[in-house]
Every structure is written in structure tokens, then in C-alpha cells.
């Protein structure tokens, strides 16, 4: 089974631009959770998406979005970047029913997002 | 403040050396923890996961203990070996599935 997967890998953009950050899930995972990685601030929680709806959100600002297609693909967009939104932003997903505990996420290998 | 604390921040041993992380945790009501290793420039990958009713769970090398009642994990990494440097993750999920992270510790495995 394929594991979790993130696409651009690696991604330069200047101060003011828009990026979009994609996360294709584990096979019959249906939700989805991304996080920005700083050294630091470490790991950060910026939302999860379930079934299409965000489920949770992190303390970041509006300039973060994301939403998740009906095929359980998500994808993050960070408008108006700044300097400090350079980061690794992970991308994660589980085997979650909906209320549910979680039993297991399993991340990607990551964005690595420069901002100059 | 941060509801799962991990010690110590660093840690360099020689290769073929024992080791135990230590993991922290006021996270309630408790879920399960999970411990990660995260190699630099890659995404964390799962070592271990355990739930209330776990006190010991091994995956190779790696042993991950629990205790519910002081709420306090470590991970123990034996005959440590090069590729174990890497920085090591704890996470501890509520009820709610509220994740809450530790900044890690980096390992550094020296031969």
C-alpha cells in the first residue's frame, strides 16, 4: 500500500506570493492533517479534514486554508507569504471514523517551503 | 504551556550505547501516545503507539514504556546504531483526538 504523498517536495516563493501544498492520503484513509515545522517551534498543528469538512484548526491566521476533495486528497494554500511561513509543512492521515480515537497517523515526507 | 514535555532536548552517544528518552505528559483525558522518529528533512515516521491499558510495547530495538498513573513514557533504544540519529517524537492524543506534541529530543549517535 502506498504511503502518504506530498507534492512540490521542495518549493521557493517571494514575500506576497500564494502557494498550494497537495497531500494524496493512505488508501481508505479518510482523514487528513497538515502541520508546520519550524526548528524553532517544532511541530504545529494547523487543521484536519475529515469526509470534506474541517474538523479541527490550529492558531494559525487566516492566510492558511485548505480543503479535502471526495477522493480524501487534501490541499493547503498560504496566501500573502511571509519570511517566517519558510518551513517543512507535513502532511498526515489515519484511518479515523468520524468521533472516533485516533489509532495511527502516518505522515509524508513534506513540503520544504522557502520564502526569500 | 505545553501539555507533553520531553527530555533531554539533546542527547549524543556512541554507537552500540543504550539510551532512554523520556516523555512527559499533563494531556487529559488520555487517549494514546505515540512516539515517532523523524530523520532531518523527512516526515515523522511511527515507532510506537499505546493506549491507556499499555505499559511496554517494542517495535526492534526500540521499547516504548507507559505509566497511566504519573503519566510518563520513555522510549529505550538498545545497541544504538548510526542511523538511529534522527529526532524523537512524542505525542499524546485526547479523547477528543486533540494531538499534542513534544518538541522532541535529537539524538545524535556518534561511532
Known amino acids: 500500500k502506498a504511503g502518504v504523498t506530498q507534492t512540490p517536495r521542495y518549493l521557493i516563493k517571494t514575500r506576497g506570493q500564494q502557494v498550494t501544498l497537495s497531500c494524496s492520503p493512505i488508501?481508505?484513509?479518510?482523514?487528513v492533517s497538515w502541520y508546520q515545522q519550524t526548528p524553532g517551534q517544532g511541530l504545529q498543528f494547523l487543521f484536519e479534514?475529515?469526509?470534506?469538512?474541517?474538523?479541527n484548526k490550529g492558531n494559525f491566521p487566516g492566510r492558511f486554508s485548505g480543503r479535502q476533495f471526495s477522493n480524501s486528497r487534501s490541499e493547503m494554500n498560504v496566501s500573502t507569504l511571509e519570511l517566517g511561513d519558510s518551513a517543512l509543512y507535513l502532511c498526515?492521515?489515519?484511518?479515523?471514523?468520524?468521533?472516533?480515537?485516533?489509532?495511527?497517523?502516518?505522515f509524508g515526507p513534506g513540503t520544504r517551503l522557502t520564502v526569500t | 504551556k505545553n501539555q507533553v514535555e520531553q527530555s533531554p532536548q539533546s542527547l549524543i552517544i556512541l554507537e552500540g550505547k543504550n539510551c532512554t528518552l523520556q516523555?512527559?505528559?499533563?494531556?487529559?483525558?488520555?487517549?494514546?501516545l505515540r512516539w515517532y522518529k523523524q530523520d532531518t528533512g523527512r516526515g515523522p515516521v511511527s515507532l510506537t503507539i499505546?493506549?491507556?491499558?499499555?505499559n511496554t510495547k517494542s517495535n526492534g530495538r526500540y521499547t516504548a514504556t507507559l505509566d497511566a498513573d504519573t503519566k510518563q513514557s520513555s522510549l529505550h533504544i538498545t545497541a544504538s546504531q548510526l542511523s538511529d540519529s534522527a529526532s524523537y517524537i512524542c505525542?499524546?492524543?485526547?479523547?477528543?483526538?486533540?494531538?499534542?506534541f513534544g518538541a522532541g529530543t535529537r539524538l545524535t549517535v556518534k561511532p
Open positions: 505525542v499524546v492524543s485526547a479523547n477528543n483526538n486533540d494531538m499534542r
Open positions: 488508501s481508505g484513509h479518510r482523514s
Open positions: 516523555c512527559n505528559y499533563t494531556v487529559s483525558p488520555f487517549s494514546n
Open positions: 498526515a492521515s489515519s484511518r479515523l471514523d468520524s468521533g472516533g480515537p485516533s489509532q495511527g497517523q502516518y
Open positions: 499505546m493506549t491507556f491499558s499499555e
Open positions: 479534514y475529515f469526509s470534506e469538512t474541517q474538523r
